[in-house]
Structure formats: C-alpha cells, structure tokens
C-alpha cells in the first residue's frame, strides 16, 4: 500500500506541475509574437532571474521540496486508507501537518490562485513574460522535487522532517 501511495502523491503532484509548466510554457511562448522592445527585454531577464531565485531555489530547493520528499518517505512507510486516497494532498501538507505550515500552506495557495486571475488579464508580452518566469520556477520546483525525494529514499539520516503532529507521529 505504501508504494501505491507514493506512485500517487508523487505522480500527482509532478503531473499538477508538470500540466502548468506546458500551459504557461504555451502562453510564454506567445509573448515572441510580439516584437520586444529593449523594457521588454530587460524585465524579461531580471524577472526570470528573479523568479529562479525566489520561486525555484528559495520556494522549492529549500522549503516545499524537502518537506515534501520527508511526507512521501513517510507516506511510503506509514501508508492509511486516507492517506492513500488523498495522497497528493498529504505530501503537499494541506492536512495532517503542523497547524503553522498548514495555515501557509492554504494561504500560499489562495495567493497563487489569486496571482493567476490577476496574471490572465495582462496583455502580451507581459502575461508571457510572467510565465516564462514562472516556468522557470516550476521546472526546478520538480527536479528539486525528484532529486530531493530520492534522497529521502536511499539516505538512513535524511535531515528534513515530514512535519507530522506529535499524535499522528506517536501511531506511526
């Protein structure tokens, strides 16, 4: 069971990514459509920097990635009904995760929501400058996510916690 629940927690959530990084990599793309001036330029690389940074490396590489990788490994080894199900959403942490991470963790996802309303009104080339930004992002977010869960499975001392609560912690 534990093995089935990580193919779905980890397949989920590389396929959610994987869907936005085709769909805004398709939009991205459309921004060459129309002829940059050198503003254009210039944001385009300060954003896609910048979005690297703080998305990819910052976001993903040391925060989301690692606690993601310590759920899956935990998962794998302390598999439930509801976990199975929901598995996705457990790696993610929106449940059965400290009530701090999980305040952020629903925050952080009503912002983005938000961000992607507010994103889809802009005209090009500035939407597609946002999301090759984005893109960007998104792509380390899965190789970080890959190569961090591997290292959950194969290292006896993986330093990063599933941030589980104490009584679920105490069943397992």
């Known amino acids: 069971m534990g093995l089935i629940a990580v193919i779905w927690g980890m397949g989920g959530i590389l396929t959610l990514f994987g869907f936005a990084i085709v769909r805004l ?14 503003h254009h330029w210039l944001i385009t690389v300060i954003w896609v920097i910048f979005m690297a940074y703080n ?43 400290s009530r701090k991470r ?3 963790t629903f925050a952080l996802t009503l912002t983005i929501i938000g961000l992607v309303q507010a994103v889809s009104l802009l005209d090009q080339p500035w939407r597609g400058i946002v999301d090759l930004g984005v893109v960007i992002g998104l792509t380390w977010g899965i190789i970080s996510l890959v190569l961090f869960t591997y290292q ?12 589980i609560p ?6 397992a």
């Open 152 to 163: 959950a499975f194969t290292q006896a001392d993986y330093p990063h916690s599933p941030d």
């Open 102 to 104: 999980q305040i952020i």
């Open 55 to 97: 998305e990819g490396y910052k976001g993903f590489q040391k925060g989301f990635s690692p606690r993601v990788a310590a759920r899956i490994a935990y998962l794998y080894r302390n598999p439930t009904p509801l976990h199975l199900l929901l598995a996705p959403l457990f790696c993610m942490g929106y449940f059965h995760i």
């Open 166 to 171: 104490a009584e679920l912690s105490a069943r």
């Open 25 to 38: 990599s398709q939009v991205g793309l459309d921004a060459w459509s129309v002829p940059f001036q050198w």
